[in-house]
T-cell receptor, first 114, second 115 residues
Framework: DAMVIQNPRYQVTQFGKPVTLSCSQTLNHNVMYWYQQKSSQAPKLLFHYYDKDFNNEADTPDNFQSRRPNTSFCFLDIRSPGLGDAAMYLC?????????????FGQGTRLTVV | DQQVKQNSPSLSVQEGRISILNCDYTNSMFDYFLWYKKYPAEGPTFLISISSIKDKNEDGRFTVFLNKSAKHLSLHIVPSQPGDSAVYFCAASAGRNSGNTPLVFGKGTRLSVIA
């Protein structure tokens, strides 16, 4: 059974049109992460939530926002997608902050911007 | 600057032979290292990890070696099987005593095991 579920698997959006990607988890983990992965690149952390505490990476563009209304769900909002935002977006969870705990990933959402 | 480097984008190995995937890191605060495996159209899945207090961790066909002085780790797969064909990501983090940082990933190495 999938433990970290991302919807949709594929998303096509228009340049400049707001888009929301969703992630849900059945693991009851404290921490949820959003990573961006472009082709042949390392997954890059955008931000994470520890419970309700939001932590933004310093180089994450303002165009990217996140919401975590409850333990199970986390959303990635891209306010005005540009062509450069086309990528695979990976959601992950971990029981505690990634010190010595593994992270569990969803299948990802591939975003195309046209 | 990349803190975790996987300098080989791809590797081909004959079935039954050993696969060795390499990873280097620059941040001396990293004290926990993980390998993830990723099939196409799926998210990365955890494979094996090692703490900096060890220099070797073994799980079945998979062994990770850590050389702290060289800031280098490697994943050995013996024997390699066609089902091992995937992209392997090296990742590192700093634990509670070192700032508790989230995972930092390398770019990945695509392993092809040829039957």
């Amino acid at each position: 059974d999938a433990m970290v579920i991302q919807n949709p698997r594929y998303q096509v959006t228009q340049f400049g049109k707001p888009v929301t990607l969703s992630c849900s988890q059945t693991l009851n983990h404290n921490v949820m992460y959003w990573y961006q992965q472009k082709s042949s690149q390392a997954p890059k952390l955008l931000f994470h939530y520890y419970d309700k505490d939001f932590n933004n990476e310093a180089d994450t563009p303002d165009n990217f926002q996140s919401r975590r209304p409850n333990t199970s769900f986390c959303f990635l909002d891209i306010r005005s997608p540009g062509l450069g935002d086309a990528a695979m977006y990976l959601c992950a969870t971990s029981r505690e902050l990634q010190g010595h705990t593994e992270a569990f990933f969803g299948q990802g959402t591939r975003l195309t911007v046209v | 600057d990349q803190q975790v480097k996987q300098n080989s984008p791809s590797l081909s190995v004959q079935e039954g032979r050993i696969s060795i995937l390499n990873c280097d890191y620059t941040n001396s605060m990293f004290d926990y290292f993980l390998w993830y495996k990723k099939y196409p159209a799926e998210g990365p899945t955890f494979l094996i990890s090692i703490s900096s207090i060890k220099d070797k961790n073994e799980d079945g066909r998979f062994t990770v070696f850590l050389n702290k002085s060289a800031k280098h780790l490697s994943l050995h797969i013996v024997p390699s099987q066609p089902g091992d064909s995937a992209v392997y990501f090296c990742a590192a983090s700093a634990g509670r005593n070192s700032g508790n940082t989230p995972l930092v990933f390398g770019k990945g190495t695509r392993l092809s095991v040829i039957a």
